[in-house]
């Protein structure tokens, strides 16, 4: 467990204005000026003017799930880099499973919109993950590392680039199976040395199943520095209980170190 941990909540295509609004209200009230975690929320586009207004002064920051490749023009539907900017989002998700899989994502898609972000000054949440059938094949490393290469080719180009990397097995997304402890330690070591490689200090995040019955033993791993949470983070009582479970844990480590 690192310093500052994140709590990532990916509400995807849920909710309405109301329920949005009530979600966000009801966090900020109870936790939306700890100092742990580092949360953010990452509602459907529609909504993200709404919820940045609740943040206010809140330290809890806005994220999107997603971004055009282009940066304007005639692109019926496509919300831009900027525009995203223009309504105060800091953090966008980049590269979701979903996303490779609904909308067909290439690498060369990811690699544009990864450059949009980093153009427009925001951090990329970049997901990548194995599916079932890579897991059982042995196949893990050979998908991340092809995830991975839009990410390398724009450090090698622009080492200031603000990535964090979210892990999040396809087969653990959604599913009530989280992956272990030692899945994500294992995969973990393997990014990070890539990154140690290019002398970038990456970030390493998980996603999968999250909630807040497992939530401890994730904050617990020494090489993981966050958390991207979907289902459970559409109640506001699953969220809450995440986040001052982080919270105590993170308060406790500091005492013990100190
Ligand atoms: P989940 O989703 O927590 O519902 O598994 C995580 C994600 O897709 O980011």
């Known amino acids: 467990m690192q310093a500052s941990f994140m709590v990532v909540a990916n509400w995807k295509m849920n909710g309405c204005r109301d329920r949005v609004t009530n979600l966000s209200h009801e966090l900020i009230t109870r936790c939306g000026f700890l100092n742990q975690p580092k949360i953010v929320l990452c509602p459907p586009y529609i909504y ?11 330290k809890i920051s806005l994220g999107a799930q997603d971004l055009s490749c282009e940066n304007n023009g005639a692109f019926t539907g496509n919300i831009s880099g900027e525009m995203l900017v223009d309504v105060g989002v800091q953090y966008v998700i980049i590269g979701h499973s979903e996303r490779r899989l609904n909308n067909a994502e290439t690498n060369d898609i990811i690699l544009k919109k990864l450059s949009i972000a980093q153009f427009q000054g925001m951090t990329s949440i970049f997901c990548i993950g194995e599916n079932i059938v890579e897991k059982q094949l042995g196949n893990t490393f050979k998908a991340i590392d092809h995830q991975l290469k839009p990410v390398i080719t724009l450090i090698k ?82 969220l809450i209980n995440i986040c001052m479970r982080v919270e105590k844990q993170t308060m406790n480590t500091l005492a013990d170190i100190v």
């Open 48 to 58: 993200l003017e709404r919820v940045q207004e609740t943040l206010a002064s809140s």
């Open 157 to 238: 180009n622009d080492p200031s680039i603000k990535c964090i990397v979210a892990y999040e097995p396809v087969w653990s997304i959604g599913t009530g199976c989280s992956a272990s402890v030692q899945d994500v330690e294992r995969v973990n070591k393997y990014i990070k040395q890539i990154f140690n490689d290019l002398n970038y200090p990456i970030k390493i995040i998980y996603g999968g199943s999250v909630n807040e019955m497992n939530i401890e033993q994730f904050v617990a791993i020494k090489s993981l520095d966050g958390v991207i949470v979907g289902n459970a983070s559409l109640s506001a009582d699953k």
